[in-house]
């Protein structure tokens, strides 16, 4: 299987990532559900127009992270592919961030994986977030929004 957790500097083709999960697993695929990240425009407190968010991250340990995210939804759901993209570096917005990826026999099961994976990596993937707009820099943190979307996951 190919690898399930890329972290990069480049951009990414979602097109060839899914074209990949499809020669791998042929006609057993009977649902993909994917996902792409842009960066947005404006930040999340005051509105400010942002002009680069600059991502950083732990080799080996994000990537273990983000592993073990992946290693809970393939628990929960019955998946046969589970991949994620996901940037490092200084980006601008409209620029992609992340990928993921859900290839199941079943759409419920790849909806589910997909969705799960996006909020886990919101509050438990490590990476160190800093947005620049024009009142200066910013450290951010998940939301409570997040929080909320990823504690739904337990009660499940």
Known sequence: MARRVLIQTADFSPDQIY????DLHGSKVGAVVSFVGL?????????????????????????????????????????????????????????????????SAHRSDAFAGAEFVMDYLKTDAVFWKKESTSSGTTWIESTAADRQRAKHWTKL
């Open 19 to 22: 074209r990949d999960v499809l």
């Open 39 to 103: 960066v947005r425009d404006r930040d999340r407190s005051a509105g400010d127009t942002v002009s680069t968010l600059t991502l950083e991250h732990y080799p080996g340990m994000t990537e273990n992270s983000i592993e073990r995210i992946i290693d809970d939804a393939q628990s929960r759901w019955s998946l046969l592919d589970l991949r994620v993209v996901h940037r490092i570096g200084t980006m601008t917005p409209s620029e992609q961030i992340v990928f993921v990826i859900a290839a």
